[in-house]
Nanobody, 120 residues
Framework: QVQLVESGGGLVQAGGSLRLSCAASGIIFSINTMGWYRQAPGKQRESVAAIAEGGSAVYADSVKGRFTISRDNAKNTVYLQMNSLKPEDTAVYYC??????????????WGQGTQVTVSS
């Protein structure tokens, strides 16, 4: 059974920083795309950033220049460094990963979510 476990959320003042981590565990043969979504109260879930196995990354316009996604393939872990945080970044952040476990196909897995709250 593949699981994604997130950590690193919390409460921070505007302008501060947080680093989120998400580790995949279980029987894993390959991971291609990993990334982060977020969902604010009353809003739809939106993509924040994603990173390919080779390291190329894409970002939502709203976080470009402030957030950095990275991954450690040896640890099956993806990170999200969030700097210059704004109150509008407040949301539950979910990691996701496209993983090939037992079998020859990939499935998308999701973490349980971690709350990020930015106070003004």
């Amino acid at each position: 059974q593949v699981q994604l476990v997130e950590s690193g959320g919390g409460l921070v003042q505007a302008g501060g920083s947080l680093r989120l981590s998400c580790a995949a565990s279980g029987i894993i043969f390959s991971i291609n795309t990993m990334g982060w979504y977020r969902q604010a109260p009353g809003k739809q879930r939106e993509s924040v950033a994603a990173i390919a196995e080779g390291g190329s990354a894409v970002y939502a316009d709203s976080v470009k220049g402030r957030f950095t996604i990275s991954r450690d393939n040896a640890k099956n872990t993806v990170y999200l460094q969030m700097n210059s945080l704004k109150p509008e970044d407040t949301a539950v952040y979910y990691c996701h990963a496209n993983i090939r476990g037992v079998g020859s196909y990939f499935n998308v897995y999701w973490g349980q979510g971690t709350q990020v709250t930015v106070s003004s």
